[in-house]
């Protein structure tokens, strides 16, 4: 039982550039969540998706598209990259709503220059 | 709109001392609240949360919280903190579970 991966772990992006962050998750979870997190600050949702198919922003969803496929698949798409989205990227999971725990991953560090 | 206030961006505390880690929240209705914790270069991991009962919660690694409506608070205590207990410490604060707000993080050093 991995949990929640992500993939790659660092990526160095040129302005302009597009690319695909990438989370699964095996623990058969309905709910899942892309954060990022900045130097000094809380994180902030990006998207998230309520199960296969659904997906909805949340607080800071410009410049990134999300997909939900299966349950498992949960990317992120940046299309321009900006410097703005330099960042620490986390992706989470949960069974259900609210009350219950997430299970975040171990992040991607992005790097826009 | 909804927030979460974490007032001390840095607490340094002596291996063997208690710890309170002060969280406010902004909600109109009851919230749903959380700690996390977060190890460097890791994801965060839950220490506890609150829904409902009673208002003192016990987590892992010996951490509690408690809930005070009338402060609008959610503080995490820790009667002795371990050298382990470095960390960054998150509040978070939800009531329909698709949207999350999290406090800026509380650094926690521990001096041996």
């Known amino acids: 039982n991995a949990g929640v991966t992500q993939t790659p772990k660092f990526r160095i992006l040129k302005i302009g550039q597009s690319m695909t962050l990438q989370c699964t998750q095996d623990?058969?979870?309905?709910?899942m969540y892309w954060y990022r997190q900045d130097p000094g600050m809380g994180l902030k949702l990006i998207y998230y998706s309520v199960g296969a198919g659904i997906t909805d922003k949340g607080e800071v969803p410009n410049g990134y598209n999300v997909s939900r496929s299966t349950t498992e698949d949960f990317p992120l798409r940046l299309e321009l990259a900006a410097p703005s989205q330099t960042s620490v990227y986390f992706c989470?999971?949960?069974?259900?709503?609210?009350?219950?725990?997430?299970?975040f991953g171990p992040g991607t560090r992005l790097t826009v220059l | 709109a909804q927030s979460v206030t974490q007032p001390d961006i840095h607490i340094t505390v002596s291996e063997g001392a208690s710890l309170e880690l002060r969280c406010n929240y902004s909600?109109?209705?009851?919230?749903?609240l959380f700690w996390y914790v977060q190890s460097p270069g890791q994801g965060l991991q839950l220490l506890l949360k609150?829904?409902?009962?009673?208002?003192l919660v016990q987590g892992i690694k010996g951490f509690e919280a408690e809930f005070k409506r009338s402060q609008s608070s959610f503080n995490l205590r820790k009667p002795s903190v371990h050298w382990s207990d470095a960390a960054e410490y998150f509040c978070?604060?939800?009531?329909?579970?698709?949207?999350?707000?999290f406090g800026t993080g509380t650094s926690l050093t521990v001096i041996p």
């Open positions: 623990m058969n979870h309905n709910y």
């Open positions: 909600y109109g209705a009851t919230p749903y």
């Open positions: 609150y829904f409902s009962g009673d208002t």
């Open positions: 989470a999971s949960s069974y259900d709503v609210a009350r219950d725990t997430q299970y």
């Open positions: 978070a604060v939800t009531n329909t579970g698709n949207q999350f707000y």
